[in-house]
């Protein structure tokens, strides 16, 4: 029964709390990956405040070292040496039900949909959790999808059909360069909203992975969800839950599907031919990369401690104690296979750094 709406916290982002930026800290244990070396400095923050407090700190140690956001590290290969900059964990979590104040719109009561301002920080697993709780609908396809809402949009997540711009009303972003050069009281007038279209989602990109909005870190995204059944939403997450148990090999350390998978306008023809019932609509139609991956007979290779996953070949795993370079000579032998091979070029779909 879902009657009457469960707001988790009245207020959003703004409340302070002392941050100091740490230094030398091992991002080997924020990588699901289990690999990388140390970000020189580290800085790990749950609103807008810490953030803000955070730059100004920053501005003091440095102006010219880069900076790297992190969500959960579910997507990312970290170099061995680590990362020279500094490094800012996103924990805004924080989840909140918009009322018709919020959004200005005076039809919200009656209407099917419902507005939610979702901290970036939040884990995917916590929002799924949360929509059922207030039986919101939309984002059923990402049940067990790992990282946070943050990741999520910027690499424009996406499985089973779904992918989180469908739900995306608006996206609140802040700049890691404008920041640290305004005053405190600055910062908050340069906290940019860009609605859905302005976001120019694109498969597995976004505006902040591939284009003017690299350089931001999300704080915070507006979806729109529609009200619905709670144990049909239960359900339908439980049961890509399950997909994903039993496809993906998630008793070692990996960080999901290496590369994108293949538009099918780039596969050889006689290659469609032969696979024609592979394709599948991702939510456009795709060859999964997996299955060329399986055909090439690239399952089990591997370099030092870095195998590409038997059970899903699209996934290379941490199988005993790989490095940084074990991965990324796995991905360059992979790349040059297939390529030899098939004449497709094989795009990454990770971040690494
Ligand atoms: C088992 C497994 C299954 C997966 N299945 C899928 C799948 O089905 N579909 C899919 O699309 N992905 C999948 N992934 C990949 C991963 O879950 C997503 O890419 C996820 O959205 C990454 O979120 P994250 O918080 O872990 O990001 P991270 O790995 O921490 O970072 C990834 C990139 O996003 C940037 N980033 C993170 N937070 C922010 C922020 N707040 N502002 C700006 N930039 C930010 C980082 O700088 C980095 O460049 C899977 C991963 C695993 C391990």
């Not at 061995?80 to 018709?100: A, M, P, Q, T, W």
């Not at 999808?145 to 779904?162: D, E």
């Not at 538009?263 to 299955?291: G, N, R, W, Y």
Request: aromatic share 8%.
């Amino acid at each position: 029964m879902c009657s009457k709406l469960i707001a988790k916290t009245p207020e959003f982002l703004y409340n302070t709390r002392m941050v100091s930026i740490q230094k030398d800290v091992s991002l080997k244990d924020f990588s699901n990956y289990k690999i990388g070396g140390p970000a020189k400095y580290f800085l790990e923050v749950s609103n807008l405040d810490e953030l803000i407090e955070g730059f100004i700190q920053w501005e003091k140690i440095s102006k010219a070292l880069p900076i790297f956001v992190l969500g959960a590290g579910t997507n990312l290969l970290i170099g061995d040496r680590g990362f020279g900059g500094l490094v800012i964990h996103n924990k805004i979590k924080d989840i909140k039900i918009l009322s018709e104040k919020d959004t200005k719109s005076q039809r919200i009561k009656e209407s099917k949909s419902q507005r939610i301002r979702v901290g970036a920080g939040v884990l995917m697993e916590d929002l799924l959790n949360f929509c059922v709780q207030n039986c919101l609908s939309g984002l059923e396809w990402a049940g067990g999808l790992p990282g946070t809402v943050g990741g999520a949009v910027r690499g424009n997540a996406g499985a089973f059909g779904g992918e989180i711009k469908d739900g995306v009303y608006q996206v609140e972003s802040v700049s890691t360069y404008e920041v640290s050069e305004a005053a405190a009281s600055q910062v908050r007038k340069q906290v940019r909203k860009r609605k859905n279209s302005e976001c120019k989602f694109r498969y597995r990109s976004s505006i902040f992975k591939d284009g003017e909005g690299k350089n931001e870190i999300i704080i915070s995204v507006e979806l729109k969800l529609q009200k619905g059944d709670k144990d049909l939403i239960t359900k339908q997450i439980e049961e890509k839950i399950e997909y994903r148990k039993n496809r993906h090999p998630l008793e070692y350390p990996n960080i999901g599907s290496i590369f994108k998978n293949i538009f099918i306008e780039k596969v050889p023809q006689k290659l469609l031919e032969q696979l024609k019932d592979s394709i599948k609509d991702d939510p456009f139609p795709i060859l999964p990369t997996a299955k060329l991956l399986a055909v090439a007979g690239l399952k089990g290779k591997k370099v030092g401690g870095a195998m590409v996953s038997q059970k899903h070949p699209n996934f290379i795993v941490n199988l005993d104690n790989a490095t940084f370079r074990d991965v990324l000579d796995l991905i360059r032998e992979v790349k040059s296979l297939i390529y030899k091979k098939y004449q497709i070029e094989l795009e990454e779909e990770i971040t690494v750094f």
